[in-house]
Protein backbone atom coordinates (compact mmCIF):
# COMPACT_ATOMS: atom_id res chain seq x y z
CA UNK A 1 0.00 0.00 0.00
CA UNK A 2 1.10 3.63 -0.68
CA UNK A 3 2.17 5.61 1.93
CA UNK A 4 -0.59 7.87 2.42
CA UNK A 5 -4.11 6.87 0.91
CA UNK A 6 -7.34 8.73 0.76
CA UNK A 7 -9.24 6.06 2.56
CA UNK A 8 -7.05 6.74 5.94
CA UNK A 9 -8.10 10.50 5.80
CA UNK A 10 -11.65 9.98 5.28
CA UNK A 11 -11.38 7.04 8.73
CA UNK A 12 -9.65 10.31 10.61
CA UNK A 13 -11.75 12.49 9.26
CA UNK A 14 -8.91 14.91 8.72
CA UNK A 15 -8.20 15.64 5.15
CA UNK A 16 -4.69 17.85 3.89
CA UNK A 17 -5.09 21.53 3.90
CA UNK A 18 -3.66 24.14 1.65
CA UNK A 19 -4.40 27.37 2.21
CA UNK A 20 -2.06 29.30 0.26
CA UNK A 21 -2.61 27.24 -2.69
CA UNK A 22 -6.18 27.95 -2.21
CA UNK A 23 -6.02 31.79 -1.82
CA UNK A 24 -3.71 32.16 -4.83
CA UNK A 25 -6.85 30.52 -6.60
CA UNK A 26 -9.40 32.76 -5.40
CA UNK A 27 -7.03 35.96 -6.69
CA UNK A 28 -7.14 34.72 -10.18
CA UNK A 29 -10.51 32.88 -10.40
CA UNK A 30 -11.73 36.51 -8.61
CA UNK A 31 -9.81 38.65 -11.00
CA UNK A 32 -11.27 36.97 -14.15
CA UNK A 33 -15.05 36.63 -12.38
CA UNK A 34 -14.97 40.55 -11.73
CA UNK A 35 -13.34 41.44 -15.08
CA UNK A 36 -15.67 39.19 -17.19
CA UNK A 37 -18.55 40.84 -15.16
CA UNK A 38 -17.74 44.37 -15.31
CA UNK A 39 -16.98 44.22 -19.69
CA UNK A 40 -20.31 42.22 -19.48
CA UNK A 41 -21.63 45.70 -17.70
CA UNK A 42 -19.76 47.44 -20.19
CA UNK A 43 -21.40 45.92 -23.10
CA UNK A 44 -25.21 46.10 -21.93
CA UNK A 45 -25.10 49.85 -22.50
CA UNK A 46 -22.86 49.76 -25.68
CA UNK A 47 -25.35 46.78 -27.20
CA UNK A 48 -28.66 48.03 -25.89
CA UNK A 49 -28.71 44.28 -24.10
CA UNK A 50 -31.42 45.66 -21.82
CA UNK A 51 -33.78 47.00 -24.78
CA UNK A 52 -33.23 43.38 -26.18
CA UNK A 53 -34.79 42.20 -23.12
CA UNK A 54 -37.26 44.50 -22.75
CA UNK A 55 -38.31 43.70 -25.98
CA UNK A 56 -38.31 39.95 -24.91
CA UNK A 57 -40.61 40.35 -21.95
CA UNK A 58 -44.05 40.97 -23.65
CA UNK A 59 -43.40 37.23 -25.39
CA UNK A 60 -41.72 36.16 -22.35
CA UNK A 61 -44.87 37.08 -20.26
CA UNK A 62 -47.27 35.93 -22.64
CA UNK A 63 -44.84 32.45 -22.55
CA UNK A 64 -44.39 31.85 -18.88
CA UNK A 65 -46.64 28.77 -18.59
CA UNK A 66 -45.33 27.11 -21.67
CA UNK A 67 -42.01 27.87 -20.69
CA UNK A 68 -42.11 26.93 -17.16
CA UNK A 69 -44.02 23.60 -18.03
CA UNK A 70 -41.39 22.76 -21.15
CA UNK A 71 -38.11 23.32 -18.57
CA UNK A 72 -39.63 21.27 -15.63
CA UNK A 73 -40.37 18.39 -18.27
CA UNK A 74 -36.96 18.88 -19.40
CA UNK A 75 -35.20 18.67 -15.67
CA UNK A 76 -37.61 15.59 -14.88
CA UNK A 77 -36.91 13.88 -18.08
CA UNK A 78 -33.07 14.35 -17.30
CA UNK A 79 -33.08 13.38 -14.02
CA UNK A 80 -35.56 10.00 -15.06
CA UNK A 81 -32.99 9.05 -17.67
CA UNK A 82 -30.55 9.99 -15.92
CA UNK A 83 -31.22 7.25 -13.35
CA UNK A 84 -32.45 4.93 -16.26
CA UNK A 85 -29.31 5.06 -17.76
CA UNK A 86 -27.37 3.77 -14.22
CA UNK A 87 -29.83 1.09 -13.55
CA UNK A 88 -29.30 -0.22 -17.13
CA UNK A 89 -25.40 -0.13 -17.23
CA UNK A 90 -26.04 -2.08 -13.87
CA UNK A 91 -27.93 -4.10 -15.42
CA UNK A 92 -26.51 -5.02 -19.28
CA UNK A 93 -23.25 -4.31 -18.35
CA UNK A 94 -21.59 -6.10 -21.39
CA UNK A 95 -24.44 -5.91 -23.21
CA UNK A 96 -24.24 -2.55 -23.82
CA UNK A 97 -20.75 -3.28 -25.32
CA UNK A 98 -22.43 -5.39 -28.21
CA UNK A 99 -25.28 -3.81 -29.00
CA UNK A 100 -22.81 -0.23 -29.29
CA UNK A 101 -19.93 -2.44 -31.81
CA UNK A 102 -23.64 -3.42 -34.00
CA UNK A 103 -24.60 0.42 -33.76
CA UNK A 104 -20.94 1.44 -34.87
CA UNK A 105 -20.47 -1.12 -37.57
CA UNK A 106 -23.79 -0.27 -39.21
CA UNK A 107 -22.89 4.29 -38.89
CA UNK A 108 -19.64 3.09 -40.43
CA UNK A 109 -20.62 0.56 -43.19
CA UNK A 110 -23.68 2.88 -43.56
CA UNK A 111 -22.75 4.90 -46.46
CA UNK A 112 -21.63 1.91 -48.39
CA UNK A 113 -24.68 -0.35 -47.68
CA UNK A 114 -26.99 2.63 -48.77
CA UNK A 115 -24.29 3.32 -51.97
CA UNK A 116 -24.71 -0.64 -52.74
CA UNK A 117 -28.24 -0.49 -52.66
CA UNK A 118 -28.43 2.73 -54.86
CA UNK A 119 -26.81 0.36 -57.98
CA UNK A 120 -23.19 1.62 -57.35
CA UNK A 121 -20.94 -1.49 -58.34
CA UNK A 122 -18.15 -3.20 -56.32
CA UNK A 123 -15.44 -1.78 -58.41
CA UNK A 124 -16.92 1.61 -58.62
CA UNK A 125 -16.77 1.67 -54.36
CA UNK A 126 -13.01 0.17 -54.53
CA UNK A 127 -12.16 3.17 -56.60
CA UNK A 128 -13.48 5.33 -54.37
CA UNK A 129 -11.65 3.29 -51.10
CA UNK A 130 -11.50 6.49 -48.97
CA UNK A 131 -14.81 5.63 -47.76
CA UNK A 132 -14.50 2.33 -46.84
CA UNK A 133 -11.83 2.76 -44.13
CA UNK A 134 -14.00 4.16 -41.45
CA UNK A 135 -15.73 0.96 -41.72
CA UNK A 136 -12.58 -1.76 -42.36
CA UNK A 137 -11.00 -0.14 -38.92
CA UNK A 138 -14.14 -0.55 -36.66
CA UNK A 139 -14.61 -4.52 -38.32
CA UNK A 140 -11.08 -4.99 -37.41
CA UNK A 141 -11.69 -3.54 -33.98
CA UNK A 142 -14.51 -5.36 -33.24
CA UNK A 143 -12.85 -8.46 -34.58
CA UNK A 144 -10.18 -8.13 -31.98
CA UNK A 145 -12.13 -7.00 -28.99
CA UNK A 146 -14.41 -10.05 -29.22
CA UNK A 147 -12.14 -12.80 -30.28
CA UNK A 148 -8.60 -11.88 -29.22
CA UNK A 149 -9.12 -9.07 -25.87
CA UNK A 150 -12.57 -10.98 -25.42
CA UNK A 151 -12.05 -11.65 -21.69
CA UNK A 152 -10.91 -8.10 -20.87
CA UNK A 153 -13.98 -6.98 -22.88
CA UNK A 154 -15.97 -9.45 -20.46
CA UNK A 155 -14.10 -7.68 -17.30
CA UNK A 156 -15.16 -4.47 -18.85
CA UNK A 157 -18.84 -5.21 -18.78
CA UNK A 158 -18.08 -5.81 -15.31
CA UNK A 159 -17.07 -2.66 -14.17
CA UNK A 160 -19.81 -1.20 -16.52
CA UNK A 161 -22.09 -2.83 -13.98
CA UNK A 162 -19.98 -1.39 -10.76
CA UNK A 163 -20.42 2.03 -12.52
CA UNK A 164 -24.03 2.06 -12.77
CA UNK A 165 -24.00 1.22 -9.20
CA UNK A 166 -21.86 3.60 -8.36
CA UNK A 167 -23.43 6.49 -9.38
CA UNK A 168 -26.85 4.91 -7.98
CA UNK A 169 -25.47 4.59 -5.01
CA UNK A 170 -23.57 7.89 -4.98
CA UNK A 171 -25.46 10.48 -6.91
CA UNK A 172 -23.13 13.51 -5.83
CA UNK A 173 -21.17 11.36 -8.46
CA UNK A 174 -22.75 14.17 -10.73
CA UNK A 175 -22.35 17.02 -9.21
CA UNK A 176 -19.04 18.12 -10.14
CA UNK A 177 -19.74 17.28 -13.30
CA UNK A 178 -22.63 19.38 -14.15
CA UNK A 179 -21.36 22.48 -12.12
CA UNK A 180 -18.06 22.08 -14.62
CA UNK A 181 -20.76 22.16 -17.67
CA UNK A 182 -22.22 25.59 -16.07
CA UNK A 183 -18.88 26.76 -15.16
CA UNK A 184 -17.25 25.75 -18.99
CA UNK A 185 -20.24 28.19 -20.58
CA UNK A 186 -19.84 30.95 -18.08
CA UNK A 187 -16.26 31.87 -18.63
CA UNK A 188 -16.65 31.14 -22.48
CA UNK A 189 -19.37 34.20 -22.06
CA UNK A 190 -17.17 36.37 -19.67
CA UNK A 191 -13.88 35.87 -21.76
CA UNK A 192 -15.60 36.68 -24.60
CA UNK A 193 -17.20 39.70 -23.12
CA UNK A 194 -13.42 41.06 -21.91
CA UNK A 195 -12.16 40.76 -25.74
CA UNK A 196 -15.08 42.41 -26.67
CA UNK A 197 -14.98 45.09 -24.26
CA UNK A 198 -11.44 45.86 -24.33
CA UNK A 199 -9.67 44.76 -27.87
CA UNK A 200 -12.85 43.98 -30.20
CA UNK A 201 -10.44 44.75 -33.13
CA UNK A 202 -8.71 41.24 -32.72
CA UNK A 203 -12.25 39.35 -33.75
CA UNK A 204 -12.10 41.34 -37.05
CA UNK A 205 -11.72 38.84 -40.41
CA UNK A 206 -8.49 38.86 -41.38
CA UNK A 207 -7.27 40.24 -38.36
CA UNK A 208 -3.38 39.60 -38.46
CA UNK A 209 -1.97 39.12 -34.48
CA UNK A 210 0.82 41.85 -33.43
CA UNK A 211 2.25 40.43 -29.81
CA UNK A 212 3.80 43.90 -29.79
CA UNK A 213 0.12 45.73 -29.06
CA UNK A 214 -1.96 42.09 -28.60
CA UNK A 215 0.25 40.79 -25.79
CA UNK A 216 -2.96 41.99 -23.25
CA UNK A 217 -4.42 38.62 -25.72
CA UNK A 218 -2.30 36.36 -24.57
CA UNK A 219 -2.21 36.89 -20.99
CA UNK A 220 -6.03 36.80 -21.56
CA UNK A 221 -5.80 33.07 -23.27
CA UNK A 222 -4.06 32.01 -20.75
CA UNK A 223 -6.16 32.70 -17.65
CA UNK A 224 -9.39 31.49 -19.32
CA UNK A 225 -7.78 28.40 -20.29
CA UNK A 226 -6.06 27.79 -16.85
CA UNK A 227 -9.87 28.53 -14.89
CA UNK A 228 -11.46 26.67 -17.15
CA UNK A 229 -9.04 23.68 -16.86
CA UNK A 230 -8.67 23.65 -13.45
CA UNK A 231 -12.71 24.42 -12.40
CA UNK A 232 -12.54 20.68 -15.08
CA UNK A 233 -9.33 19.05 -13.23
CA UNK A 234 -11.27 19.95 -9.77
CA UNK A 235 -14.48 18.49 -10.82
CA UNK A 236 -13.02 15.23 -11.79
CA UNK A 237 -10.64 14.85 -8.58
CA UNK A 238 -13.76 15.53 -6.71
CA UNK A 239 -16.04 12.77 -8.34
CA UNK A 240 -13.09 10.19 -8.33
CA UNK A 241 -12.44 11.47 -4.90
CA UNK A 242 -16.41 9.89 -4.16
CA UNK A 243 -15.93 6.91 -6.16
CA UNK A 244 -12.67 5.76 -4.68
CA UNK A 245 -13.54 6.34 -1.04
CA UNK A 246 -17.26 4.33 -1.97
CA UNK A 247 -14.99 1.33 -3.62
CA UNK A 248 -13.00 1.38 -0.36
CA UNK A 249 -15.86 0.58 1.67
CA UNK A 250 -17.02 3.75 3.43
CA UNK A 251 -19.79 6.22 2.50
CA UNK A 252 -18.42 9.64 1.53
CA UNK A 253 -20.71 12.95 0.74
CA UNK A 254 -19.96 15.58 -1.59
CA UNK A 255 -18.27 17.14 1.12
CA UNK A 256 -15.42 14.46 1.63
CA UNK A 257 -14.92 14.51 -2.11
CA UNK A 258 -13.94 18.23 -2.22
CA UNK A 259 -12.50 18.42 0.62
CA UNK A 260 -10.13 15.27 -0.39
CA UNK A 261 -9.34 17.83 -4.14
CA UNK A 262 -8.58 20.49 -1.88
CA UNK A 263 -6.00 18.17 -0.28
CA UNK A 264 -4.41 18.13 -3.50
CA UNK A 265 -5.05 21.65 -4.54
CA UNK A 266 -1.26 22.35 -5.19
CA UNK A 267 -0.88 19.29 -7.37
CA UNK A 268 -4.32 19.93 -9.45
CA UNK A 269 -2.58 23.86 -10.08
CA UNK A 270 0.22 22.17 -10.97
CA UNK A 271 -0.86 19.82 -13.69
CA UNK A 272 -3.71 22.75 -14.89
CA UNK A 273 -0.64 24.80 -15.77
CA UNK A 274 0.93 21.46 -17.50
CA UNK A 275 -1.80 21.31 -19.42
CA UNK A 276 -2.28 25.12 -20.28
CA UNK A 277 0.93 24.95 -22.07
CA UNK A 278 0.27 21.42 -24.25
CA UNK A 279 -2.87 23.74 -25.44
CA UNK A 280 -1.41 26.73 -25.99
CA UNK A 281 1.46 24.98 -28.07
CA UNK A 282 -1.23 23.10 -30.33
CA UNK A 283 -2.81 26.37 -30.15
CA UNK A 284 0.16 27.95 -32.31
CA UNK A 285 1.45 24.62 -33.87
CA UNK A 286 -2.30 24.60 -35.98
CA UNK A 287 -2.24 28.61 -35.99
CA UNK A 288 1.30 28.00 -38.14
CA UNK A 289 0.23 25.20 -40.02
CA UNK A 290 -2.71 26.96 -41.00
CA UNK A 291 -0.88 29.07 -42.96
CA UNK A 292 1.30 26.82 -45.30
CA UNK A 293 0.64 27.39 -48.64
CA UNK A 294 0.97 23.15 -48.90
CA UNK A 295 -1.85 20.91 -48.61
CA UNK A 296 0.98 18.83 -47.00
CA UNK A 297 2.04 21.83 -44.61
CA UNK A 298 -1.60 21.99 -42.98
CA UNK A 299 -2.10 18.48 -42.79
CA UNK A 300 1.27 18.04 -40.69
CA UNK A 301 0.49 20.40 -39.08
CA UNK A 302 -2.88 19.00 -37.77
CA UNK A 303 -1.73 15.89 -37.00
CA UNK A 304 1.23 17.20 -34.67
CA UNK A 305 -1.42 18.70 -32.76
CA UNK A 306 -3.69 16.09 -32.83
CA UNK A 307 -0.86 13.44 -31.61
CA UNK A 308 0.39 15.63 -28.83
CA UNK A 309 -3.26 16.06 -27.31
CA UNK A 310 -3.97 12.26 -27.72
CA UNK A 311 -0.55 11.74 -26.09
CA UNK A 312 -1.16 14.06 -23.56
CA UNK A 313 -4.43 12.36 -22.54
CA UNK A 314 -3.20 8.90 -22.82
CA UNK A 315 -0.20 9.86 -19.96
CA UNK A 316 -2.45 11.78 -17.91
CA UNK A 317 -5.22 9.03 -17.87
CA UNK A 318 -4.96 7.83 -14.52
CA UNK A 319 -3.27 11.33 -13.03
CA UNK A 320 -5.84 12.98 -11.42
CA UNK A 321 -7.10 9.26 -9.89
CA UNK A 322 -3.49 8.47 -8.63
CA UNK A 323 -3.14 12.11 -7.32
CA UNK A 324 -6.20 12.24 -4.99
CA UNK A 325 -5.92 8.63 -4.06
CA UNK A 326 -2.32 8.50 -2.94
CA UNK A 327 -1.89 12.49 -2.42
CA UNK A 328 0.72 12.78 -5.00
CA UNK A 329 2.05 15.57 -6.53
CA UNK A 330 1.66 16.69 -10.24
CA UNK A 331 4.75 15.29 -11.75
CA UNK A 332 5.13 11.77 -9.21
CA UNK A 333 0.99 11.53 -10.30
CA UNK A 334 1.62 11.57 -14.58
CA UNK A 335 4.74 9.37 -13.71
CA UNK A 336 2.21 6.82 -11.58
CA UNK A 337 -0.20 7.58 -14.70
CA UNK A 338 1.91 6.34 -17.36
CA UNK A 339 3.43 3.52 -16.02
CA UNK A 340 0.14 2.16 -15.10
CA UNK A 341 -1.56 2.58 -18.57
CA UNK A 342 1.93 1.21 -19.87
CA UNK A 343 1.21 -2.36 -18.05
CA UNK A 344 -2.18 -1.94 -18.65
CA UNK A 345 -2.65 -0.39 -22.48
CA UNK A 346 -4.85 -3.06 -23.94
CA UNK A 347 -7.63 -2.00 -20.86
CA UNK A 348 -7.37 1.80 -21.68
CA UNK A 349 -7.57 1.05 -25.43
CA UNK A 350 -10.86 -0.72 -24.58
CA UNK A 351 -12.12 1.56 -22.37
CA UNK A 352 -11.69 4.36 -25.20
CA UNK A 353 -13.13 1.71 -28.10
CA UNK A 354 -15.81 -0.69 -26.52
CA UNK A 355 -17.04 0.79 -23.06
CA UNK A 356 -17.32 4.02 -25.42
CA UNK A 357 -19.21 2.45 -27.70
CA UNK A 358 -21.47 0.91 -24.30
CA UNK A 359 -21.93 4.31 -23.33
CA UNK A 360 -22.62 5.77 -26.58
CA UNK A 361 -25.59 3.57 -26.43
CA UNK A 362 -26.61 5.35 -22.64
CA UNK A 363 -26.53 8.54 -24.67
CA UNK A 364 -28.42 7.31 -27.52
CA UNK A 365 -31.21 6.80 -25.17
CA UNK A 366 -31.35 10.39 -24.24
CA UNK A 367 -32.05 11.61 -27.76
CA UNK A 368 -34.67 8.52 -28.40
CA UNK A 369 -36.12 9.57 -25.04
CA UNK A 370 -36.29 13.23 -25.30
CA UNK A 371 -37.43 13.38 -29.19
CA UNK A 372 -40.49 10.73 -27.68
CA UNK A 373 -41.43 13.10 -25.24
CA UNK A 374 -40.65 16.16 -27.13
CA UNK A 375 -43.27 14.90 -29.87
CA UNK A 376 -46.01 13.69 -27.25
CA UNK A 377 -45.65 17.37 -25.80
CA UNK A 378 -46.14 18.97 -28.36
CA UNK A 379 -48.76 17.05 -29.88
CA UNK A 380 -50.88 17.49 -26.59
CA UNK A 381 -49.91 21.36 -26.64
CA UNK A 382 -51.02 21.99 -30.67
CA UNK A 383 -53.99 19.61 -30.40
CA UNK A 384 -52.52 17.79 -33.35
CA UNK A 385 -50.83 20.21 -35.56
CA UNK A 386 -47.98 18.26 -37.41
CA UNK A 387 -45.62 21.85 -37.35
CA UNK A 388 -46.04 22.83 -33.73
CA UNK A 389 -45.44 18.69 -32.97
CA UNK A 390 -41.95 18.78 -35.10
CA UNK A 391 -40.86 21.95 -33.64
CA UNK A 392 -40.80 21.02 -30.11
CA UNK A 393 -39.44 16.95 -30.89
CA UNK A 394 -36.91 19.00 -32.16
CA UNK A 395 -36.25 21.74 -29.83
CA UNK A 396 -36.58 18.37 -27.17
CA UNK A 397 -33.80 16.74 -28.86
CA UNK A 398 -31.55 19.47 -28.76
CA UNK A 399 -31.45 20.05 -25.16
CA UNK A 400 -30.92 16.31 -24.31
CA UNK A 401 -27.57 17.10 -25.32
CA UNK A 402 -27.07 18.43 -22.01
CA UNK A 403 -28.25 15.56 -20.07
CA UNK A 404 -26.32 13.22 -22.05
CA UNK A 405 -23.15 14.48 -21.74
CA UNK A 406 -23.89 15.02 -18.28
CA UNK A 407 -24.13 11.27 -17.65
CA UNK A 408 -21.54 10.27 -19.90
CA UNK A 409 -18.77 12.39 -18.49
CA UNK A 410 -19.40 10.98 -15.40
CA UNK A 411 -19.71 7.95 -16.28
CA UNK A 412 -16.32 8.08 -17.78
CA UNK A 413 -14.77 9.33 -14.56
CA UNK A 414 -15.92 6.70 -11.97
CA UNK A 415 -15.26 3.87 -14.76
CA UNK A 416 -11.49 5.11 -15.02
CA UNK A 417 -11.43 5.36 -11.08
CA UNK A 418 -13.25 1.67 -10.79
CA UNK A 419 -10.69 0.55 -13.20
CA UNK A 420 -7.86 2.34 -11.17
CA UNK A 421 -8.92 0.91 -7.96
CA UNK A 422 -9.24 -2.69 -9.88
CA UNK A 423 -5.35 -2.17 -10.97
CA UNK A 424 -4.50 -1.45 -7.41
CA UNK A 425 -6.08 -4.41 -5.92
CA UNK A 426 -4.71 -6.84 -8.08
CA UNK A 427 -1.33 -5.36 -7.63
CA UNK A 428 -1.95 -5.80 -4.06
CA UNK A 429 -2.18 -2.28 -2.84
CA UNK A 430 -5.25 -3.40 -0.75
CA UNK A 431 -7.88 -6.42 -0.38
CA UNK A 432 -10.59 -4.88 1.10
CA UNK A 433 -13.24 -3.11 -1.61
CA UNK A 434 -16.83 -2.77 -2.11
CA UNK A 435 -17.13 -4.61 -5.27
CA UNK A 436 -19.72 -7.31 -4.68
CA UNK A 437 -18.10 -10.49 -3.88
CA UNK A 438 -20.22 -12.37 -6.75
CA UNK A 439 -19.25 -9.60 -8.99
CA UNK A 440 -15.57 -9.95 -7.80
CA UNK A 441 -15.25 -13.65 -8.81
CA UNK A 442 -15.93 -12.75 -12.37
CA UNK A 443 -14.25 -10.11 -12.59
CA UNK A 444 -10.90 -12.02 -11.01
CA UNK A 445 -11.87 -15.27 -13.55
CA UNK A 446 -12.26 -12.50 -16.86
CA UNK A 447 -8.75 -11.05 -15.49
CA UNK A 448 -7.07 -14.37 -15.04
CA UNK A 449 -8.60 -15.67 -18.73
CA UNK A 450 -7.07 -12.43 -19.97
CA UNK A 451 -3.58 -13.20 -18.21
CA UNK A 452 -3.01 -16.45 -19.70
CA UNK A 453 -3.84 -15.66 -23.00
CA UNK A 454 -1.68 -12.37 -23.14
Excluded at 60 to 65: I, P, S
Amino acid sequence: MTSTDLYEYHQKEKFPSHKGAIAGLLVVFGAFIALGVYSLWQLWFVYDIGDLITSLVPFLAGNMLLIGVALGAIIFLSVVLGLGASYAARRLGGTLIYIGAVIMNLLTWGMVLVLLFTGTSISALLASWPILIPGIFTLFITLLLFTVFKDRVRRAGEIIKLTGQVTIDEKGTFVPPLLTMIFTLVSAVLFGAIILNFMPWVLAPGYEFVLETDWPMIIGVVVYLFVTIFFYNFAYSTTSAITYIYMRGRDPTLGDGVKASLGVVGALIVLSIMSVIVAIVRIAISAVSRRSQSAVGRGVGAAASGIIGWVWALVNYFTIPAMVAEELSATKAIKRSAGIVRKNFVDVMIKETAVRWGFGVLGFMFFIGFALFGALFGWVYSTGDIMVTIIFTVVFTVFAAIPSTLVLRTFDIVYVTLLYVFIRRKEGDFAKTAIPSSMTQELDRAYNAAQRSG
